[in-house]
């Protein structure tokens, strides 16, 4: 079946220690998201690729950078995790404006 | 960016059909409505959407205010598979960017 992937599930790692989340898809879906949701919150939107465009929201910290290496792939990068990057980190694609499909999410610790 | 209010919980006996209001009262003629559910431990999916007039698909129905102002959205007959968070969302035309508001927590009783 056509999905989203994101690997790890559970992601831990220590204070300031940089992290790598990733997101495959096969559904050929040519924008990619990235989104945090925090505890009991709603997903809030980090960034978005268009095909090879990189959108950053206004808010989007600094030390949250992401890749497009190719169409399946994306990948975010976190540089120096603080406590209060602990979130489920959610990938999403959609095909231009169309409906998202989402992946089931990474669920960061950090110690 | 448009907003929208959503109660923060409800309540649905199982079978029994439930209504999951929104309002959205800033909404602009070109504004999608979408609802998509987050079930446990789960990303987001999608359930229904609709731009004026009344939606249904295997889900569930989507019922429109003439004025756009909110919109329902409707689950006929409430099963436990139906817990989630329910999100509804504004998604200007031609925009990739959903804002989620807080959404409603279902919690359906057996």
């Known amino acids: 079946d056509a999905m989203v992937i994101q690997n790890p599930r559970y992601q831990v790692t220590q204070f300031g220690k940089p992290v790598t989340l990733s997101c495959s898809q096969t559904l050929n879906h040519n924008v990619m998201y990235w989104y945090q949701q925090k505890s009991s919150q709603a997903p809030k939107l980090l960034f978005h690729?268009?095909?090879?465009?990189?959108?950053n929201e206004a808010d989007t910290p600094d030390n949250f950078q992401s890749r497009r290496p190719n169409t399946s792939f994306c990948f975010l990068d976190i540089r120096s995790p603080g406590l209060g990057d602990a979130a489920m980190y959610l990938c999403?694609?959609?095909?231009?404006?169309?409906?998202?499909?989402f992946g089931p999410g990474t669920r960061l610790t950090v110690l | 960016d448009a907003k929208t209010t959503q109660p923060n919980s409800m309540e649905s006996n199982e079978e029994e059909p439930v209504h999951l209001p929104c309002n959205h009262s800033t909404i602009s003629g070109t504004d999608y409505i979408h609802w998509y559910r987050q079930l446990p431990s789960q990303g987001p999916e999608y359930v229904i959407h609709?731009?004026?007039s009344n939606v249904n698909n295997r889900m569930a129905s989507l019922a429109i205010a003439e004025d756009r102002k909110s919109s329902t959205l409707i689950l006929h007959r409430a099963t436990l598979r139906d817990a989630a968070v329910y999100y509804c969302?504004?998604?200007?035309?031609?925009?990739?960017?959903?804002?989620f508001g807080t959404g409603t927590r279902l919690k359906v009783l057996a």
């Open positions: 690729y268009y095909d090879k465009d990189f959108n």
């Open positions: 969302i504004l998604i200007l035309s031609g925009t990739y960017k959903y804002i």
């Open positions: 999403a694609t959609s095909l231009r404006t169309g409906m998202k499909f």
């Open positions: 609709g731009l004026t």
